[in-house]
């Protein structure tokens, strides 16, 4: 890992104090080649989030898509039952690594009504 911080922008709220160790746990993209060169929305594919633990809490904060192969569904009224851990059929690793959170700033959405995050990680 180099030496620099690492900024990390996460579609999701993953409000981790600054002092904190994380883990982030990158995802490759397994798709096929002609998928890969296509110029099309792939913000639902897994390599485009990383996991996020924060080693001091224990909390893990994923995306749908690391807890389900399938659309997110549900609705905001019924939440759905995620799993505690990424699931482990169709996700491949590409790499782990661990650091310490610099900064870290969450933005509302209004569009989306939910918020985004800057993460900012020196690497170990």
């Not at 993953?14 to 060169?37: F, L, M, N, Q």
Request: one cysteine or more.
């Amino acid at each position: 890992m180099s030496a620099g911080p690492v900024t990390l922008h996460l579609n999701h709220p993953v409000p981790i104090p600054v002092g904190h160790r994380v883990e982030i746990v990158e995802y490759a993209d397994t798709r096929p080649e002609k998928k890969r060169e296509r110029h099309g929305f792939d913000g639902a594919e897994p390599f485009r989030h990383p996991v996020v633990t924060d080693l001091d809490t224990g909390i893990r904060w994923m995306n749908h898509v690391h807890a389900s192969p399938y659309g997110n569904g549900g609705n905001s009224f019924k939440a759905n039952a995620y799993p505690l851990a990424p699931r482990t059929n169709g996700l491949e690793i590409a790499r782990a690594w661990r650091g310490s959170v610099t900064a870290c700033t969450l933005v509302f959405v209004e569009g989306l009504s939910t918020q985004h995050t800057t993460l900012v990680v020196a690497p170990e």
